[in-house]
């Protein structure tokens, strides 16, 4: 009996052991299930969006995004884009009849020898190359050919669709995509791999218009070339830049070095009468003279070694705006004077005419003044000598001038918001009195051939000499011609240099601006301005005529001490 | 004897086995679609990258004046053919017809005039003469190039660039 018990008691307790171990293996499972459990209902209910994304990102085709971005003009047009093109390698093991290969691929490509293709087939490599970056047509007829063992690589090619209507500002890049010149240089950084398209402030409508003309007239006059800038005077943007003779960005290799020279930002250049402009305006500013004060032209000024005179002498007294108006070289001089060199050289500071401009190009220079600001500097510099700046530095001054007084730095790049600010470098009155000069001179003064009817244009000539090994030459000009429009109330600047033309028959044998650079002046104006909706004006309607009037003759108090004509 | 729960759960073990089957197979069929469907629509945006850079070489200004020049009878726009609604002038009052009712005497008096005037031949279509608004300097044939010309050209001047860097 008590044996019975005992075993019944050892069963019991087997059982007993049992159901315990059973109970903690199933304790163990029902936790590992409950673990996925949960993990699944994390992965199902709580994360479910996490898990599309990361499936979405494997799953969907990368935006094609290209090493650079594009570069596109003010309304969008591509300028510059990276092509995706192939390069052609081969595998020579895997090519079983190189000499027939070789022939056919030659017959693709004929830039190619037929024995070096043979040669490189035949050789015993893994991988040769053939030909880098074709053509979409090219690499279609070669995959025609079915020539097994050949393969392509992909690769990206940077293009120039408009070519050389903006090389100058576009510039080009090296075969490893890196910007070599221009735009592609100095927004390298911004360029590479950004997803939006680089705009730019030029409008390339408005860039034909001024190379076509420019190009015209550096051959009528036989010059050695010629830029020309267009400027909107409230915010800056430069819409068009043109520098001759230009290269092809696509070819930039086979370009002579003399072609890539950006005339408008990295030459300078004494630029001659149109400094005239900062002249009177500083003059104006300053009180050192009024519109109805004159000056004594009737004889040229000998100060030290040099001689001043004018090039059409009128042997006169000269009022202010007769100065302007003829160009005065003597008057100008004497105005000068009366300002003072520290105070032209602090006003030819704010016009940002003594530093470098805040163009986006590393084509730049410095522009080149004197040491020492003596008086004769003075007198040489109110007329555009003894001082030489870049062809932007002009426009972007001229544009300050005439906008009201407010300098804005000059760029290349379309703001999305355009620029408000600026430096006030005149008053508005100054700025009111050298728009009716500007339009004086066109008007019926040396600038009358840049005129366009209904546009108001009012702008100044320059006729320099060129430097050459520090003597002037007589017959080596820089001729030019700044232009604003509408005289009322300008929007853009236009200035046209022309690097030294030949006076030919219908000029009258004259080279000076007013005969070369202002007709391309009115010219393009006449061209763009109903492109950029600039609605022509009424001339002789009596608020223009009121709004535009200059008198020209002496007041009262000021001028001559006696009066003799 | 199989007891009938496991006959159900045997029966639903094997649904499940060819639901997953089926799903797999399915899924494996929608990434080939997915696959060639990403590779299309690769090559289709690399088309639509060179068509985009064929449009704006064949939007040159040149090429586009070049190619008016020859078959349109247009000029640029100059600023006269431009001006405002205000600017326009008043049609004057005293010069509009009054409408006036009369009984049919004055049509025939029209008529008549008009049928003893002698016929005016109608004007010849006046074919304006196609003036090049500027000479060209340096006259390529801007119109009948091709980008894949002009790819060529690229393509030579890497051979040129090598070289020259070769040396």
């Known amino acids: 009996m008590i044996r019975r018990i005992k075993m019944e008691s050892t069963k019991k307790q087997a059982i007993e052991t049992a159901r315990n171990r059973l ?33 979405a990102a494997r799953d969907i085709v990368r935006p094609d995004i290209m090493a650079r971005a594009d570069i596109v003009d003010r309304n969008g047009i591509l300028l510059a884009t990276s092509l995706p093109t192939a390069s052609l390698f081969a595998n020579p093991h895997k090519v079983s009849d190189p000499a027939s290969a070789a022939t056919r691929i030659v017959e693709v490509l004929p830039d190619l020898s037929e024995e070096v293709v043979a040669a490189r087939l035949s050789a015993d490599k893994g991988f040769v190359w053939l030909r880098r970056n074709l053509t979409p047509t090219q690499q279609f007829e070669i995959n025609r050919l079915g020539i097994p063992g050949l393969d392509f690589e992909e690769e990206e090619r940077r293009v120039y669709p408009h070519g050389r209507l903006a090389g100058h500002i576009i510039g080009f890049t090296n075969v490893d995509n890196a910007g ?45 070339g010629g830029g020309g800038i267009v400027l909107d005077v409230r915010t800056g943007e430069v819409i068009s830049m043109v520098s001759l003779p230009d290269f092809d960005p696509n070819a930039p290799a086979q370009a002579p070095d003399e072609t890539r020279f950006n005339r408008i930002t990295l030459g300078v250049y004494e630029l001659g009468s149109v400094f005239k402009i900062f002249n009177h305006a500083i003059a104006l500013e300053t009180g050192a003279a009024s519109m109805s004060k004159s000056y004594d032209a009737t004889k040229p000024i000998k100060i030290s070694r040099f001689r001043i005179s004018d090039y059409h002498p009128e042997n006169r007294w000269l009022t ?122 066109v008007e019926n003064g040396t600038g009358r051939n840049a005129d366009a009817p209904g546009y108001l244009v009012g702008g100044k000539t320059g006729t320099a000499e060129k430097q050459v090994n520090g003597s002037y030459k007589r017959n080596a000009l820089i001729s030019s011609f700044v232009g604003v429009f ?76 006696n009066a003799t004509n | 004897m199989i007891r009938p729960t496991s006959a159900i759960l045997l029966v639903l073990a094997a649904a499940a086995g060819g639901a997953l089957f089926h799903v797999s197979f399915e899924v494996s069929a929608l990434d080939d679609r997915l696959g060639t469907l990403n590779r299309d629509i690769k090559s289709d945006r690399e088309a639509i990258h060179v068509l985009k850079a064929e449009w704006s070489f064949l939007n040159q200004p040149e090429r586009i004046e070049e190619l008016a020049r020859r078959h349109l009878d247009l000029t640029p726009v100059s600023g006269k053919q431009l001006t405002g609604a205000g600017t326009l002038p008043v049609r004057p009052e005293q010069d509009l017809p009054a409408p006036q009712i009369d009984n049919g005497q004055n049509i025939d008096r029209a008529i008549l005039l008009d049928a003893g005037a002698p016929k005016a031949k109608p004007a010849a279509p006046h074919r304006r003469a196609i003036v090049p608004v500027v000479s060209h300097t340096a006259k390529t044939d801007v119109a009948s190039r091709s980008l894949d010309d002009v790819l060529r050209e690229i393509v030579s001047d890497d051979v040129h660039a090598g070289k020259a860097g070769a040396r």
């Open chain 1, 23 to 55: 109970l903690i293996g199933g304790a163990l499972m029902a936790a590992a299930f409950l673990v996925v459990g949960a993990r699944l209902f994390d992965i199902v209910v709580l994360n479910e969006n996490e898990d599309l994304r990361r499936a």
């Open chain 1, 180 to 224: 070599l010149a221009g735009i592609e240089q100095s927004m390298d950084a911004a360029i590479s791999g950004a997803k939006e398209p680089l705009k730019l402030s030029i409008d390339i409508r408005v860039q034909q218009i001024v190379r076509q003309e420019l190009a015209a007239q550096i051959e009528k006059f036989k010059a050695i």
């Open chain 1, 320 to 441: 202010v705006p007769e100065i302007f108006k003829l160009s005065s070289n003597i008057g100008s001089a004497k105005m000068a004077l009366d300002i003072g060199s520290e105070r032209q050289r602090k006003y030819l500071g704010h016009l940002g005419l003594l530093r470098r401009t805040s163009i986006e190009l590393p084509e730049q220079s410095m522009p080149i003044i004197p040491a020492r600001w003596r008086e004769i500097n003075t007198m040489t510099i109110s007329y555009g000598h003894g001082i030489a700046v870049s062809p932007l530095h002009l426009a972007s001054a001229v544009a300050a001038t005439v906008n009201g007084g407010i300098l804005r730095p000059a760029t290349l790049i379309r703001a999305k918001t355009p620029e408000t600010g600026g430096v006030q470098v005149f008053s508005a009155e100054t700025s009111d009195k050298m728009r009716r000069l500007l339009r004086l001179v």
């Open chain 1, 486 to 561: 509408p005289a009322t109330d300008p929007r853009f600047v236009v200035y046209i240099m022309i690097d030294e033309p030949k006076g030919i028959r219908e000029s009258f044998g004259y080279a000076t601006g007013g005969w070369t650079a202002a007709p391309v002046v009115g010219g393009v104006i006449k061209r763009m301005a109903p492109l950029m909706g600039i609605k022509p004006l009424d001339e002789t309607a009596p608020e223009i005529v009121r709004a535009l009037n200059v008198n020209l003759t002496a007041g009262p108090a000021e001028g001559r001490p």
